[in-house]
C-alpha cells in the first residue's frame, strides 16, 4: 500500500514541480522569441525546434544514464525533472507566443499612439489581453505533462504507472490496479481543467 | 508592435547582441569542457559513428520507427473518422479519457494484463495498439475541427444548388477540409514518431531500442543516444517544415 502511495506523491509531485520548471523556463524563451534582438530569436527558435522534436524519452535517458558519465550528478527524480521541465518548457514557449501574437497589433499600435512606452504598453495592454488567451493551453499542456511524467517510470522514478505495474506482479489483480491508476489521472486532469477555469474567469 | 528602430535603439540592438554572443559561447565552452573531461569527446569514442554498420542498425531502426508509426497512424486515422462521425456521450468520455491516460499505462495493461486473458500480441502490435488507441482521440479533435473549419454558407450552397447532402460531404465539404487538416495531420505525424519511442519498453526493436541494445554493446552511452536524439530531430524538423510549407500555401490559396 506504502508503494501506491509513494508513486501517486511522485507523480503528483514530479507533475507540479516540473510545470512550475517549464513555466519559468518557457516565459523565458517566449521572451527570447519575441525581443527585436535576431541572434536572440534564434537561440529562441532553435531551444524549441530541439527540445521539441526529440521525443521525451530519449531526453530521459540521455539525461538519465548520460548526464553522470560527464560528471553531473544529481538524484534520480531531480535529473527526471530537470528533462521534463525543459521539454515542456518549448510547449509554454510556443503557447506563450502565440498568445502575444494573438493580440491584434492595433492594440500595440494604439498604445504607442497614446505615449505609452514599450514596457508600458507590454504591461498595460498587451500582456492582460494575452494572459486570459494562453490559460486553456497551458492548461492542456500541464494535463499532458501529468501524462508525460508516467515516462519517469521507464528510467527508474516510482511513479503512478511504475507503481501499478509492481503492484500488479505482487497483487495480480490487474483490473483494479490499473483502472484506479487510470482513475487517478482523470481526478488530476480534471483538477487542472477546474483551475483552468476559474483561471480563465478571474482574467476575462 | 514597435516602431521603426532609431539609432539609439539599432546601438541598443548591437550591444545585447555582442553580450548575448558572449554569454552563449561561454557557456558551449564550459558544456564542451565538461563533456571533454569525462573524456567524451575523444575522437575513439565518436569513430564507430562514422561507420556504415553502426549507422546501417540505426537506420534499420529507424525504419522500424516509420513503420510504427505508419500502422499506428492508419488505425488511429480510421478510430478518430469513427469518433468524429458519431458525437456522442460514449466516443467524448472516450476521447476525455485518452487525453488524460497516459500512454505507458496502456502498453503495461498490454504487455502484463492481457497476456494473463489470454492476449497475447506479437511486440509490434503491443506497441501499435495502444498508441493508435490514444492517438485516435487526437485523430477525432482534428477531423472534427477540419469539418467545421468549412463554412456552413458552402454546405448550404451547395445543397441550394440541388446536390444530395451526400454529394455536397464529399465534392464541396470535404476537400475543404482535408486542405484545412492537412498541416495539422502532418505535426500529429511528428507527435506518434516520437512516441514510437516506447518501443523501448517493450522492446520492440525501433531507434530508441536499437539505440539502447548499442550503447549496452560498446558502451558508447552519450555518443549513441546523442546520434540517436540526432536522427530523430532530424526526421522531425523535416516534418515539421512540411507542414510549415503546406500552411503556408494553404494561407495562399485560402478564399
Same mark, same amino acid.
Do not use: K
Given at each position: 500500500?506504502?508503494?501506491?502511495?509513494?508513486?501517486?506523491?511522485?507523480?503528483?509531485a514530479l507533475t507540479l514541480l516540473s510545470f512550475a520548471g517549464a513555466v519559468l523556463v518557457g516565459s523565458l524563451v517566449a521572451v527570447l522569441r519575441i525581443v527585436p534582438v535576431p541572434l536572440l530569436r534564434a537561440v529562441g527558435a532553435v531551444y524549441v525546434e530541439v527540445w521539441r522534436n526529440i521525443p521525451l524519452l530519449a531526453w530521459l535517458v540521455l539525461f538519465v544514464f548520460g548526464l553522470p558519465e560527464v560528471g553531473v550528478k544529481m538524484p534520480l527524480f531531480w535529473t527526471a525533472f530537470t528533462a521534463i521541465a525543459l521539454y515542456e518548457a518549448a510547449f509554454v514557449a510556443e503557447a506563450l507566443r502565440s498568445g502575444v501574437n494573438s493580440v491584434a497589433s492595433g492594440q500595440g499600435e494604439a498604445a504607442r499612439a497614446l505615449g505609452l512606452t514599450v514596457p508600458q504598453s507590454l504591461r498595460h495592454v498587451v500582456?492582460?489581453?494575452?494572459?486570459?488567451?494562453?490559460?486553456?493551453?497551458?492548461?492542456?499542456?500541464?494535463?499532458?505533462?501529468?501524462?508525460?511524467?508516467?515516462?519517469?517510470?521507464?528510467?527508474g522514478v516510482v511513479d503512478m504507472t511504475r507503481a501499478a505495474q509492481r503492484i500488479n506482479l505482487e497483487l495480480a489483480q490487474p483490473l483494479l490496479v490499473f483502472t484506479g491508476v487510470g482513475l487517478c489521472y482523470l481526478v488530476m486532469a480534471a483538477g487542472i481543467g477546474y483551475g483552468a477555469r476559474v483561471l480563465e474567469r478571474r482574467f476575462a | 508592435m514597435f516602431d521603426a528602430p532609431g539609432p539609439r535603439f539599432r546601438r541598443r540592438v548591437l550591444w545585447t547582441s555582442v553580450v548575448s554572443a558572449a554569454v552563449l559561447a561561454g557557456l558551449v565552452a564550459l558544456g564542451l569542457r565538461q563533456f571533454a573531461a569525462g573524456g567524451q569527446l575523444d575522437a575513439d569514442r565518436w569513430r564507430p559513428y562514422l561507420t556504415w554498420p553502426?549507422?546501417?542498425?540505426? +537506420?534499420?531502426?529507424? %525504419?522500424?520507427?516509420? !513503420? @510504427?508509426?505508419?500502422?499506428?497512424?492508419? +488505425?488511429?486515422?480510421? %478510430?478518430?473518422?469513427? !469518433? @468524429?462521425?458519431?458525437p456522442n456521450r460514449f466516443t467524448r468520455a472516450y476521447a476525455e479519457i485518452m487525453r488524460t491516460v497516459p500512454v505507458l499505462l496502456l502498453v503495461y495493461v498490454m504487455l502484463f494484463v492481457l497476456p494473463s486473458f489470454g492476449v497475447n500480441l506479437p511486440l509490434f502490435w503491443k506497441l501499435v495498439v495502444p498508441l493508435a488507441l490514444s492517438h485516435a482521440a487526437s485523430y477525432a479533435v482534428i477531423f472534427r475541427a477540419g469539418v467545421e473549419s468549412v463554412e456552413p454558407g458552402q454546405r448550404e450552397a451547395g445543397l441550394s444548388l440541388g446536390m444530395p447532402d451526400g454529394v455536397v460531404t464529399r465534392f464541396v465539404v470535404l476537400p475543404q477540409a482535408v486542405r484545412h487538416m492537412t498541416p495539422l495531420l502532418v505535426t500529429q505525424a511528428v507527435s506518434l514518431l516520437k512516441d514510437t519511442s516506447l518501443g523501448y519498453v517493450v522492446s520492440y526493436t525501433e531507434l530508441l531500442f536499437n539505440g539502447r541494445v548499442l550503447a549496452n554493446y560498446n558502451g558508447l552511452l552519450i555518443q549513441t543516444f546523442l546520434v540517436v536524439a540526432f536522427v530523430y530531430l532530424v526526421v522531425n524538423l523535416a516534418l515539421s517544415w512540411l507542414a510549415r510549407r503546406l500552411e503556408a500555401s494553404r494561407a495562399r490559396t485560402a478564399r
Open positions: 500500500m506504502s508503494l501506491v502511495l509513494e508513486g501517486f506523491l511522485n507523480t503528483v500582456l492582460p489581453q494575452a494572459s486570459r488567451r494562453v490559460v486553456q493551453p497551458l492548461a492542456n499542456i500541464a494535463i499532458a505533462l501529468t501524462m508525460a511524467t508516467a515516462l519517469a517510470g521507464v528510467v | 553502426i549507422w546501417r542498425y540505426l +537506420l534499420e531502426g529507424l %525504419g522500424s520507427t516509420v !513503420l @510504427a508509426a505508419g500502422a499506428t497512424g492508419v +488505425l488511429a486515422a480510421a %478510430g478518430g473518422l469513427l !469518433l @468524429a462521425l458519431r
